[in-house]
């Protein structure tokens, strides 16, 4: 019972100190805390395996197929178990759960870091074991996808919707920025781990980090919501309504369980898209260095060109935001759907040069919309009460479409030589989206009275 005393005292949000007390907005520094958050999942991000993923075909005796298929069955497992992750989220709060979950993805990184000396220490002769092989890399990326992609992502984005409501647009647009840039700097980061420490040292060092330093630093700062705090969502009173109606689009008049949110339009068509972010986003992430010698490129180069998007996407990323703030959503979700198509057209053009600016101006306009409207929708559409729950369905969804991206690009490539099918099949795919975005109605306007 003491030690139970001592570890409710640990997590009473008072301790090490008061948010109240502090001489601005305790939510702008959840928001900061949250950007940090984004930025240590990347290890477990698809981008973030990409600098490993050649290291890891030569030390484990496995073809580009076999890693692929591994990975993708490591996914779609750790995607499976995000729905329970989000009620556990709504449960214990953001607080315990970033914490304890930081420690074990620093754990699940140092495991990676051991996949080739585990590999060589099973393998009962010299002479290649893929099955073996496959078991224990499969089980690594079922770790690092779960905890880092999967839940670390899931509580950094959810617990900004709790501290946020009418500054939400401007609160989604400062975390996607800063967001989109440790995305586009992370590759770069890693891939120089690499080259200094070699792969398993690289993985070593991340895991080192997420376990004294970024697990203390969600202890320390994260807090589930304001409330707790003694505190209101954007720190100021929501302003009195004049007599008359309110806007159905701004305005909670149910809370939706994750049950209830799955039941509806707009949850598919906006989960569909930010899935479809995903799956690009992944395969052209794991075959990195594969798609740079296609190309003819280094891999550096072809590295700098997630930099230059990121460019892009900090001022624009600010300008959606704003509109998320003033608009209907789903008009947004159309410009999203348009912006993902034209990066995969730019994408089979890099080798001239209005084909990388296409690609590097699309690209930086996708992700701004993906941050932003991941950020603002579910909180928007389904309240506040579920959000964790919500999120995870999503989550799911996003992981499961990133974990056969990669397999089915690895397969376009043997059976076409080349990875264009694959392209020209996103881009169809993001015209029904545009279409399909055209009904993605907030499902609170049905519950209006002025409806």
């Known amino acids: 019972m003491v030690g139970m005393g001592k570890s409710a005292r640990l997590l009473d949000p008072n301790v090490p100190f008061r948010p109240a007390g502090v001489p601005f907005f305790y939510g702008w520094a959840i ?140 609160a989604s647009a400062i975390s996607g920025c800063f967001g989109a840039m440790f995305f586009s700097v992370s590759p770069v980061v890693l891939y120089k781990l690499v080259e200094w420490f070699g792969w398993q040292g690289a993985w070593l060092a991340c895991g080192l980090f997420m376990i004294f330093i970024a697990s203390g630093a969600c202890w320390l700062v994260y807090r589930d919501n304001p409330e707790e705090c003694g505190l209101e969502m954007d720190g100021e009173p929501a302003p009195v309504q004049a007599v008359g109606p309110t806007d159905p689009e701004f305005t909670i008049y149910r809370e939706f369980t994750g049950p209830e949110a799955v039941r509806t339009f707009a949850f598919w068509a906006f989960t569909a898209a930010f899935a479809l972010m995903g799956i690009f986003s992944t395969a052209i992430g794991f075959h990195a260095e594969d798609i740079a010698r296609e190309l003819g490129v280094t891999s550096r180069y072809y590295f700098s060109l997630f930099f230059w998007m990121a460019c892009v996407n900090v001022p624009v990323g600010f300008l959606i935001g704003w509109l998320t703030g003033r608009m209907r959503l789903k008009k947004l979700l159309s410009a999203m759907a348009v912006s993902m198509g034209l990066h995969a057209y730019g994408m089979l053009h890099l080798s001239e040069s209005w084909g990388v600016g296409l690609y590097i101006v699309s690209g930086g306009v996708a992700m701004a919309f993906f941050g932003n409207l991941m950020a603002v929708a579910y909180p928007r559409f389904f309240g506040r009460k ?40 996103f881009m169809f795919v993001c015209l029904v989206l545009l279409v399909a975005s055209l009904y993605a109605d907030n499902p609170q306007r049905r519950l209006s009275p002025q409806v």
């Open 31 to 170: 928001l900061g805390a949250s950007v940090l958050g984004m930025a240590s999942s990347m290890p477990g991000q698809t981008i973030g395996v990409g600098p490993f993923n050649e290291s890891l075909l030569t030390n484990l005796d496995l073809s580009r197929i076999q890693l692929s298929l591994a990975y993708g069955i490591g996914t779609t497992i750790s995607g499976l178990t995000l729905p329970r992750m989000g009620r556990y989220f709504d449960r214990f709060g953001a607080r315990l759960t970033g914490t304890l979950v930081e420690v074990a993805f620093g754990l699940a990184l140092i495991y990676m870091a051991s996949t080739a000396w585990i590999y060589d220490g099973l393998r009962p002769t010299d002479a290649p074991a893929p099955i073996l092989a496959m078991v224990i890399i499969t089980l690594g990326f079922f770790l690092i996808r779960f905890l880092g992609q999967g839940v670390i992502a899931l509580v950094s984005r959810a617990m900004v919707g709790k501290w946020f409501n009418r500054k939400r647009g401007m």
């Open 386 to 425: 579920h959000l964790g729950a919500v999120s995870g369905w999503s989550m799911l969804c996003l992981v499961i479409g990133s974990a056969v991206a990669p397999l089915i690009w690895s397969l376009t490539k043997t059976a076409l030589g080349d990875y264009s099918p694959a392209l020209w099949g």
